[in-house]
């Protein structure tokens, strides 16, 4: 057919996309192109009205070049009138390029629609499949509530013609996937499924694929859908090869449609009527006895046709999991297939294995093919089929043949592509912990694992062989001369420097009587290893040599000149400094018995979901790791049934948790602050109360904080400096510091005042925590981690505040914090109002904002009171990041801690600017280098209701400027943001697309850090 | 269901590209990126399935031509595998042993062809003969319309 040179050919775009072909370069290519545009616009905008067949080809070349992947931005009405015409080219080549550049404008969605909805009632079946293909490849909305109601009568109408009724399966199916809710349920969901018997394959072909759509939805209204499967599946495979015609495909009768017809029945349990069940089982042997006979064809689509039917009935018989015999043949199937010389069907008969393998019926029958999953993994060619084996030896796993399959995969690990190094890890990992019967093999299995793919262990997998060893006592010997023996080799990973030193920790005591690893050996070899490793395994290094003081009095002297040395006393990292400091006070200080309850083994941890198959979900998406569940039951069991510690002693440490929470929390951030000093005066010297001073927080001049803020308290707010003068609001350091860290340290302290009870209260958060990775810093004292997590916690103010300056800025059951502002150019004052919920009087009430001086509030706030406090603030320069505010307080017995981000965002400092088209284009193009722009393209996340955008973007604080985008729907604001030492000027516009529910924004403005930080904001905010 | 088709050329060009889902077209773009990177690197012998993100990817090369679907979980690997065959059957027909240049100057062809065969991600019509017929039909229409134009056709250059 030399369909190629008819006379429809556009010479035109021919030879454009010759010259695009002939292009040297890309720059040649790109200068073509824009050349080509410049003519289309200047055809288009010319006075001549253009002729339809011009239109098309312009439109046409318009779509080649967004195929090639440049950006079009206009000719879309063109494409629209195209629609309109009744030449059926110029409207075939309107639709496909509505349908490929789907457009954001709303006017025209209207226009389209009109001309789709002309042509779905013109009874001109070509005309009515372009409409309907229009609607199924765009899919909007939009066009899902316009034609929602006539699709579904096209589909059922007597007289449709089949090609229209084929579209209009489809088109439906789509409409149904992106907008459930428009396409509404009715009379014509019977008749949909009677399509099924309908003479013509090809209507069948749609409608099944619809009807699976809607069945998996609302299986109940179309169960009568299983029945006329059967039936039209039973005809297909017992048809000669020649009966179907032209659905025949390559000597298999309609592939397509006996998988879509499997895959539908595959929304249903087996049919209980026993006819139909009969009927179906027939078919399902009939398409099993088929793959044994000899192929029709040597033509590798006869294969693949006949098999895509076959595993799809196979996949049919896994769903329903009730025919054992079925089954097992099924099975017996899969296992020719992994041995077959194509690649393809080995892999899919690992995959398809893999699900067989959860079935009681079959779960025997897979196991058999061991050897030959083995092999595939020692010998198939493609990493993806190797992937599949894994699995597929993961899924089969079970008590009987753990040993061999994680030894296999530990030696497969030796070789294995990067890609899947982590997840056979995981998979190792998992595995052997489901099926040790005897914990040394589990033992020795994790460090074999390190041993191999150290880098590839992740966190979790040594936490839990860690958890596994504490929580069971009769491995904890053998764990402690394992790691010791595997620690005497040269070069030894960092993970297993890890579990070997929190392992020796806790448990070298029960080889220390051997002399090869006697403490001092024990030591020895850990330090050895120290200064090769990074500062997280040091400092639990650190912590094991504190834990061999308790263990092995006879070392102490050894590990405090290791702890006094200037490298670890000094050392620049904080957490070691502080630790070596207080680790060697500690040692110091507290006598035998002191040092035996802090330092005390690790109690059991509390049995939990495994981390690793936790990890190995989230690696993998839910549902694709085998549900082990009730294995996880078993061995639980094990784990827990071990003999346990006696719980009295950690049942003797417990204490609240808020409190030691509270007493650490206010500490400042762990940049430039002088803790590990104060910390370590806190442990020598805890009676003195320390004078406040000592803890001064340091103020504002750190880097990245570009807000000077002052607050004097509400009462003096008559002395408040004016907002239009600014010489003292830049506020500075000033002596005396708030109630902070340092007095609450000094109050909690005095009430507890035996200073031998302080260490012990120390340990408890670590010995009480749950998360693995700080199990062992028992004595370290939790500060550090505490106030950063304070931090990370930190209530954001949602996003509220962006666009308004007034409301509630955070609440809980004992306090509201309530916020009004007022900002002028570069100066904003906060009004801060906090609100005693409760009856109760607080006490020591405090507030302040961190690195910076706040005059303290009235430290008592009565019940049901309200105290004010007033902020001033100034834009030195722009910011990203908001200050935080800080509150404690005294409620009942117990310290309050709060910390908000403070709502000042850099929008706060805008001046509205109105000014006319001309002028805002005038600058819009002045701020065209690349930088100065940003744009960002998102969904909306709230209805797209023009009256409120209007009022966000006016609260946002820019001006909304009229009349100046030729699109009413589009909105541009224009503003200046004032800082103390420079005013940028700020450009928007937002264009928001009704029919994709999403926006476009585009900022410019002089300088690129603004633009992205107002575009963040301001996108936040629909 | 089909989420996307993607044509290229061993050289990475992309020849055609049909979504069946929406998506925007930053992502567009950077799925096609990926994909023709990680199809192209891929061997001969290979098998002709990946799994990609939480997606299951089909090719077949034909002479210099990659086609690539992308399938759900769910879907059937082997099956995909003869869509594209059938589609390249239709294009081979319709073309007459059809080459990458065929696809290039007339890709509006190439489309309209898919249409017919696929839309929404499922196959609407798999007998070839009943997809000929369709683009036939349209072809007259389109045949006897130029004549009704007399001699614009032969004005233009650009």
Known sequence: MPAVSKGDGMRGLAVFISDIRNCKSKEAEIKRINKELANIRSKFKGDKALDGYSKKKYVCKLLFIFLLGHDIDFGHMEAVNLLSSNKYTEKQIGYLFISVLVNSNSDLIRLINNAIKNDLASRNPTFMNLALHCIANVGSREMAEAFAADVPRILVAGDTMDSVKQSAALCLLRLNRTSPDLVPMGEWTARVVHLLNDQHLGVVTAATSLITTLAQKNPDDFKTSVSLAVARLSRIVTSASTDLQDYTYYFVAAPWLSVKLLRLLQCYPPPEDAAIRGRLTECLETILNKAQEPPKSKKVQHSNAKNAVLFEAISLIIHHDSEPTLLVRACNQLGQFLQHRETNLRYLALESMCTLASSEFSHEAVKTHIETVINALKTERDVSVRQRAVDLLYAMCDRSNAKQIVAEMLSYLETADYSIREEIVLKVAILAEKYAVDYTWYVDTILNLIRIAGDYVSEEVWYRVIQIVINRDDVQGYAAKTVFEALQAPACHENLVKVGGYILGEFGNLIAGDPRSSPLVQFNLLHSKFHLCSVPTRALLLSAYIKFINLFPEVKGTIQEVLRSDSQLRNADVELQQRAVEYLRLSCVASTDILATVLEEMPPFPERESSILAKLKRKKGPGTVPDIEENRKERNANVNGGPNHTSATSNAKASPPSFVGDLLAPAPPPTNRPRPVSSASFLQNPLTPLPPQAYAIPLAASAGTFYQVAAPAAASSTDLLGLGSSTSLNSTPPAAAPPTAASLLVDVFSENSPPVSAPAHIAVPATAAPAADDNFSSITTKSFHVAESILADVQEPTDKFVCKNNGVLYENQLLQIGLKSEYRQNLGRMYVFFGNKTSTQFLNFASNVLNVHLKPVDPTVDGGAQLQQIINIECVSDFVEAPVLNIQFRYGGTLQNIAVKLPITLNKFFQPTEMMSQDFFQRWKQLSAPQQEVQKIFKAKHSMDTEVTKAKIIGFGVALLDGVDPNPSNFVGAGVIHTKTTQVGCLLRLEPNMQAQMYRLTLRTSRDTVSQRLCDLLSDQF | ?158
């Open chain 2, 1 to 158: 269901m089909m989420q996307f088709m993607l044509l290229f050329s061993r050289q990475g060009k992309l020849r055609l590209q049909k979504w069946y889902v929406p998506l925007s077209d930053k992502e567009k773009k950077k799925i096609t990126r990926e994909l023709v990177q990680t199809v192209l690197a891929r061997k001969p012998k290979m098998c002709s399935f990946l799994e990609w993100r939480d997606l299951k990817i089909v090719y077949k090369r034909y002479a210099s031509l990659y086609f690539c679907c992308a399938i759900e979980d769910q879907d059937n690997e082997l099956i995909t595998l003869e869509i594209i065959h059938r589609y390249v059957e239709l294009l081979d027909k319709y073309f007459g042993s059809v080459c990458e240049l065929d696809i290039i100057f007339n890709f509006e062809k190439a489309y309209f062809i898919l249409d017919e065969f696929l839309l929404g991600g499922e196959a609407q019509e798999t007998s070839k003969k009943n997809v000929l017929k369709a683009i036939e039909q349209a072809d007259l229409l389109q045949e006897s319309q130029t004549e009704d134009w007399g001699g614009l056709a032969n004005e233009e250059i650009l």
